[in-house]
């Protein structure tokens, strides 16, 4: 037994021809459908504008530099003060810090 469900889409079992047909741009459709009339206007579609907002290019690089430089004095004078305590151990991971922030500066300043 079979029930049958009615759809508010018709069902259409066709090769999709007809779909085809239909696809026309607007100029299409307008000159086909208008043959005789000599007033015709085509509006030709009018491009997006982008809302992109615009980049900042060199003043982040320059703020982020002049940071980073400040750092490497700051840690270069403490490593110095440490190195004067006595604290080898701490004036030494010190230095090591300095030179990655120096190789960061490099990268960034590069860029």
């Known amino acids: 037994m079979a029930f049958k469900i009615s759809s508010?889409?018709?069902?259409?079992t066709g090769?999709?021809?007809e779909k085809k047909n239909e696809k026309?741009?607007?100029?299409?459709?307008?000159?086909v459908e208008s043959k005789g009339v000599a007033d015709v206007k085509v509006e030709a579609e009018k491009p997006k504008v982008s809302s992109a907002?615009?980049?900042k290019k060199e003043a982040p690089k320059s703020k982020s530099v002049k940071r980073?430089?400040?750092?490497?004095?700051?840690?270069?004078?403490?490593?110095?003060?440490?190195l004067e305590d006595g604290n080898t151990?701490?004036?030494?991971?010190?230095?090591?810090?300095?030179?990655?922030l120096k190789r960061r500066i490099a990268k960034k300043?590069?860029?």
């Open 89 to 100: 151990s701490k004036a030494m991971r010190l230095k090591r810090r300095e030179r990655r």
């Open 53 to 55: 907002k615009p980049t």
């Open 68 to 82: 980073k430089t400040a750092r490497l004095e700051k840690t270069r004078e403490k490593g110095k003060q440490a």
């Open 24 to 31: 026309r741009t607007k100029a299409e459709a307008i000159t």
């Open 109 to 111: 300043s590069n860029k």
């Open 15 to 17: 090769s999709g021809s």
């Open 8 to 12: 508010p889409f018709p069902m259409t």
